[in-house]
């Protein structure tokens, strides 16, 4: 309302795009929610925001604003009113713990050990309330990406450079660890392509998931995966030698609407047997379909119909959303690809995690994040998911970092 000189809208965090960073020097620093809540910059940022939402609540009872005024000031009213809530709600938490903390500090007797622990384990509490507030009040801050509700096209590739027979098992572990994790979600999970390999692994598969948030939670499980596992059969079994192997994952978002136009000519169509899993029609008729885009050079199959033209359907949609994609990675990334940065060249050096079963150890290079238990992960059930949320909470983190940081250079720079 600048011809009222009283209030002016503030973005929320909107004016930047985040990923996660490989080697952001915050990360010591602002390991979980509430250490970076503590932060200054935060402070200074969420009490601007709660003053504005004070001023905008006033200026609404005002009886001069006219119907676009008031429309203006009820949506940014609407922004600002969960995050002032969560703002009070942890200021709240915060005096309690430090009223906890001063009581503790005086109940060192004997007399006074069961209160203690009592005190103690409500700190505990308390502070894991802290945490889940600072990470709902950052989920606010932080903004929606445009496809976070989009359903998606995953694909799997077994590693081309190392690890042989090791990465095609791996990749079939790993395909069956995202179907898993898509029950557990309660999701849609559909076979579009599956090309095993000869001893029971798998050279390529992709699937089309649907359901709430998929591309949220999955988004940054595209990369390249290492594999590190003694092999169960051959010399290597009986001597013992941890062998090392690679796959890679492609998530790509597939709005629910992809208008892209194209052009029949364009298309090379070829027909062939399906390979693997699929029934008694497999390698008895020409059901799977391959599309091939002459003008990108774009390629789809699909075999998980037994009739050709369903199959064809689906790959019509699958390359659609490919080409749609093209224009998803300009507004994700004006440097460099979103398929490319997941994809990368395969080499071990710009893996993402690591599994290595010799030590029962997955590690997440980008967070710095151990977990145990490889078999659970592998489950696709709460390890994985846990796993997940995890970078999600990093990537919110870095987000609103970075976010302060541009403010106090452009702040600095007058």
Not at 102 to 108: G, P, R, S, V, W
Not at 143 to 161: H, N, Q
Not at 279 to 287: A, I
Request: aromatic share 6%; charged share 30%.
């Amino acid at each position: 309302l600048h011809n009222h000189g009283i209030w002016r809208p503030k973005p929320l965090l909107d004016t930047a795009r985040f990923t996660l960073s490989f080697n952001s020097r915050h990360r010591k620093n602002h390991q979980d929610s509430q250490a970076l809540w503590k932060h200054e910059a935060v402070q200074k940022y969420l009490e601007s925001l709660s003053k504005e939402y004070q001023q905008v609540s006033h200026q609404l009872s005002a009886h001069s604003l006219n119907d676009f005024e008031q429309r203006t000031l009820r949506r940014r009213c609407a922004d600002l009113s969960p995050i002032a809530a969560a703002f009070q709600e942890i200021k709240k938490a915060e005096r309690e713990v430090q009223e906890l903390e001063a009581m503790c500090t005086e109940l060192d007797s004997r007399d006074e050990k069961q209160l203690l622990e009592l005190a103690l384990e409500e700190k505990e509490s308390l502070d894991k309330k802290m945490n889940m507030l600072c990470r709902k009040l950052f989920q606010l801050l932080v903004p929606k990406e445009k496809y976070d509700r989009s359903p998606v096209i995953l694909e799997v590739t077994a590693g081309r450079t190392t690890g042989g027979d090791i990465c095609q098992q791996f990749t079939k572990e790993m395909f069956d660890m995202y179907q898993s994790y898509a029950d557990y979600k309660r999701w849609t999970f559909d076979i579009v392509n599956y090309t095993p390999a000869e001893i029971g692994g798998l050279h390529h598969a992709a699937a089309h998931i649907s359901g709430e948030n998929v591309y949220r939670h999955l988004k940054y499980e595209g990369g390249t995966h290492r594999v590190q596992r003694i092999p169960e059969t051959g010399m290597s079994s009986r001597m013992q030698r941890v062998h090392t192997g690679t796959m890679s994952v492609i998530v790509l978002p597939q709005p629910e609407e992809v208008d892209i136009k194209v052009d029949p000519k364009d298309l090379r169509i070829d027909t062939f047997r399906a390979k693997g899993a699929g029934g008694q029609h497999v390698n008895k008729t020409d059901s799977a379909v391959r599309i091939v885009h002459l003008p990108t050079g774009l390629a789809v199959e699909c075999q998980q119909e037994r009739s050709q033209q369903l199959n064809k359907e689906i790959a019509l949609r699958t390359l659609r959303a490919k080409l749609y994609q093209q224009v998803v990675e300009k507004q994700l990334s004006q440097e460099q690809s979103a398929r490319k940065l997941q994809l990368g060249t395969r080499a071990q050096s710009e893996r993402i995690r690591t599994y290595n079963f010799t030590q029962d150890r997955v590690t997440d290079h980008r967070i710095s994040y151990d977990a145990r238990n490889i078999k659970e992960i592998l489950s696709g059930k709460e390890a994985l998911d846990k796993l997940i949320n995890r970078l999600l909470e990093f990537a919110e983190i870095e987000a609103v970092t970075q976010y302060l940081e541009n403010l106090q250079a452009l702040e600095g720079g007058g």
